[in-house]
């Protein structure tokens, strides 16, 4: 849920700072006054385009916070248009905001709701409602897309005999060579064999001065009965004494892993022959085949191995082929077909749920429909989707891009998020006058519309319908003010006799002030 955001320097706001409450959160203020700013500050703190043009004039750089219940992300534009960004204090890309911002808040606003006519949202949505898993088809379409992927390569194959023989000598070469995993050590092995003696002389000295009678680890030992009788009349040299212990056992400890380490050392001059001749093969070939490590080549040998397997048996592995292609593609015309039967189970649910709701919001004689086409496989099914939308009897049902207003299309899209709210992850759900275009009787079904979605979800709502914001559990005043030549915008929470007056204000009640007070009241008693 978003706690509060904070907004400096960022287009016609100087500084806000706004506490948002669970529910139904909504914002009112005139015309041009900053609400959609605030927004737009919330888009941009999760990842929204910057640029330097929302810069306030005069201001080095603007800066936009918002914190959630375990997270807090923070990003600054400059004037210059260099843009800065931190999740809990540590840097971020933009791509983090982005990904992080569709797990916390759900925007939608005149452009967002554009997404609700895109063929790919309205199947997200559509699966999101029948919670349809998808995981069994993308499996097998991705096994048939790989075994056509193959059978493509082995077909275009020139697979001549010069290649032929390349590829038998280095897979002879390397098989001989029986590069393993220890390899990408031997490096290593050979220069500590290299320097072998040297190396045993000096663990030698090591141990017996941190080890032996006479080491330091002996003399500290030795010197315990002293602490234990310091620590009698000074309380501190028990600390002493334990410190000397960690030492004592950390020196013991040490002298042992030195010793372990020489003693594995082989200091046999033919062991060292063998050892240089195998590092002299293994450069030898990772020079050759341009590989970073000598594990490498065991990879490489096994990719060389299946190549000769395929060109020496081409049509015999074509055919092998073509049998695993169709297989593979039976397999996802039957996943498809079990996807599509899923989903038009679904879009029957949907249709209904969806017309239900509007013709709460005014579309007394709408119909909604799912439309399914078959189609060629695809990764996300075997069909094509379209939401349908017919807005008056007599009318056929089309394409909502064909035939949806802007305020249809808001319209469509709460009265899917009115049943999908239960579906969605993201807590926070951002409204930016989806309630544009309708009159007062349906602003209130908007309203008590929104309330229901706030029930599962903390839901924020620009509206310039009293009769929507009457419904909000927190409401906030934006308003604009200009001081000393400059335009300010201040964002006030009201309630009571002050939220009285907002909604009056939105009324229209300057003429008859005392009728219109009347009548917000009687809006709030009602919401309440």
């Given at each position: 849920?978003?706690?509060?955001?904070?907004?400096?320097?960022?287009?016609?706001?100087?500084?806000?700072?706004?506490?948002?409450?669970?529910?139904?959160?909504?914002?009112?203020?005139?015309?041009?006054?900053?609400?959609?700013?605030?927004?737009?500050a919330?888009?941009?703190?999760?990842?929204?385009?910057?640029?330097?043009?929302?810069?306030?004039?005069?201001?080095?750089?603007?800066?936009?916070?918002?914190?959630?219940?375990?997270?807090?992300?923070?990003?600054?534009?400059?004037?210059?248009?260099?843009?800065?960004?931190?999740?809990?204090?540590?840097?971020?890309?933009v791509?983090?905001l982005?990904?992080?911002?569709?797990?916390?808040?759900?925007?939608?606003?005149?452009?967002?709701?554009?997404?609700?006519?895109?063929?790919?949202?309205?199947?997200?949505?559509?699966?999101?409602?029948?919670?349809?898993?998808?995981?069994?088809?993308?499996?097998?379409?991705?096994?048939?897309?790989?075994?056509?992927?193959?059978?493509?390569?082995?077909?275009?194959?020139?697979?001549?005999?010069?290649?032929?023989?390349?590829?038998?000598?280095?897979v002879e070469?390397?098989?001989?060579?029986?590069?393993?995993?220890?390899?990408?050590?031997?490096?290593?092995?050979?220069?500590?064999?290299?320097?072998?003696?040297?190396?045993?002389?000096?663990?030698?000295e090591?141990?017996?001065?941190?080890?032996?009678?006479?080491?330091?680890?002996?003399?500290?030992?030795?010197?315990?009965?002293r602490?234990?009788?310091?620590?009698?009349h000074?309380?501190?040299?028990?600390?002493?004494?334990?410190?000397a212990?960690?030492?004592?056992?950390?020196?013991?400890?040490l002298?042992?892993?030195?010793?372990?380490?020489?003693?594995?050392?082989?200091?046999?001059?033919?062991?060292?022959?063998?050892?240089?001749?195998?590092?002299?093969?293994?450069?030898?070939?990772?020079?050759?085949?341009?590989?970073?490590?000598?594990?490498?080549?065991?990879?490489?040998?096994a990719?060389?191995?299946?190549?000769l397997?395929?060109?020496?048996?081409?049509?015999?592995?074509?055919?092998?082929?073509?049998?695993?292609v169709?297989?593979?593609?039976?397999?996802?015309?039957?996943?498809?077909?079990?996807?599509?039967?899923?989903?038009?189970?679904?879009?029957?649910?949907?249709?209904?749920?969806?017309?239900?709701?509007?013709?709460?919001?005014?579309?007394?004689?709408?119909?909604?429909?799912?439309?399914?086409?078959?189609?060629?496989?695809?990764?996300?099914?075997c069909?094509?989707?379209?939401?349908?939308?017919?807005?008056?009897?007599g009318?056929?049902?089309?394409?909502?891009?064909?035939?949806?207003?802007?305020?249809?299309?808001?319209?469509?899209?709460?009265?899917?998020?009115?049943?999908?709210?239960?579906?969605?992850?993201?807590?926070?759900?951002?409204?930016?006058?989806?309630?544009?275009?309708?009159?007062?009787?349906?602003?209130?079904?908007?309203?008590?519309?929104?309330?229901?979605?706030?029930?599962?979800?903390?839901?924020?709502?620009?509206?310039?319908?009293?009769?929507?914001?009457?419904?909000?559990?927190?409401?906030?005043?934006?308003?604009?003010?200009?001081?000393?030549?400059?335009?300010?915008?201040?964002?006030?929470?009201?309630?009571?006799?002050?939220?009285?007056?907002?909604?009056?204000?939105?009324?229209?009640?300057?003429?008859?002030?005392?009728?219109?007070?009347?009548?917000?009241?009687?809006?709030?008693?009602?919401?309440?």
């Amino acid at each position: 849920m978003l706690k509060s955001l904070s907004v400096s320097n960022l287009a016609v706001i100087e500084r806000a700072e706004v506490e948002f409450a669970p529910g139904l959160n909504v914002l009112t203020g005139e015309t041009g006054a900053g609400k959609s700013v605030l927004t737009g500050a919330l888009a941009l703190a999760l990842g929204g385009r910057a640029d330097s043009t929302v810069v306030r004039d005069g201001a080095k750089e603007a800066e936009v916070e918002a914190v959630f219940d375990d997270t807090v992300v923070r990003r600054t534009v400059s004037a210059t248009g260099r843009t800065r960004a931190w999740i809990n204090d540590e840097a971020a890309s933009v791509a983090d905001l982005k990904e992080l911002g569709r797990t916390l808040v759900d925007i939608h606003g005149p452009r967002a709701n554009q997404r609700l006519l895109e063929e790919s949202f309205q199947r997200d949505t559509l699966d999101a409602h029948g919670r349809i898993d998808r995981t069994a088809y993308a499996a097998a379409f991705d096994r048939w897309r790989a075994c056509v992927a193959r059978r493509d390569a082995l077909r275009d194959a020139a697979g001549g005999a010069d290649e032929l023989d390349l590829l038998r000598f280095q897979v002879e070469e390397l098989s001989a060579a029986d590069i393993t995993a220890e390899d990408d050590t031997l490096a290593e092995r050979h220069a500590a064999a290299a320097h072998a003696e040297e190396i045993v002389t000096a663990a030698n000295e090591i141990t017996e001065a941190i080890g032996g009678d006479q080491s330091a680890a002996e003399i500290l030992i030795r010197l315990q009965p002293r602490f234990a009788a310091l620590a009698r009349h000074l309380p501190e040299a028990a600390d002493w004494a334990r410190e000397a212990d960690d030492l004592t056992l950390k020196l013991q400890e040490l002298s042992r892993s030195v010793a372990d380490t020489a003693s594995r050392l082989d200091a046999d001059p033919a062991a060292f022959a063998e050892l240089d001749a195998r590092l002299g093969t293994v450069s030898r070939l990772v020079r050759k085949y341009r590989v970073a490590a000598p594990s490498a080549l065991a990879e490489l040998l096994a990719a060389k191995r299946t190549r000769l397997d395929d060109l020496e048996n081409r049509d015999a592995k074509l055919a092998e082929l073509d049998r695993a292609v169709a297989d593979a593609f039976g397999a996802v015309e039957a996943a498809g077909a079990a996807l599509t039967a899923r989903r038009r189970a679904a879009g029957a649910a949907l249709a209904k749920a969806v017309t239900r709701e509007l013709r709460d919001l005014g579309f007394l004689q709408a119909k909604f429909a799912v439309r399914l086409a078959p189609a060629e496989p695809a990764a996300h099914g075997c069909d094509t989707l379209a939401y349908l939308f017919e807005p008056n009897p007599g009318e056929s049902a089309r394409p909502l891009a064909d035939i949806a207003s802007s305020g249809e299309i808001a319209r469509v899209m709460l009265a899917l998020k009115s049943i999908l709210a239960a579906d969605e992850s993201a807590p926070t759900i951002v409204f930016d006058e989806i309630d544009a275009n309708v009159g007062g009787e349906i602003g209130r079904v908007v309203g008590e519309k929104m309330r229901r979605v706030a029930a599962r979800r903390q839901v924020i709502a620009i509206t310039h319908l009293p009769q929507s914001a009457v419904y909000g559990a927190r409401h906030l005043v934006v308003a604009k003010a200009v001081a000393g030549g400059r335009t300010r915008t201040t964002v006030e929470a009201v309630a009571g006799a002050a939220r009285v007056k907002e909604i009056a204000r939105m009324l229209g009640g300057e003429r008859r002030p005392g009728v219109v007070t009347r009548h917000a009241e009687e809006l709030l008693a009602r919401a309440e």
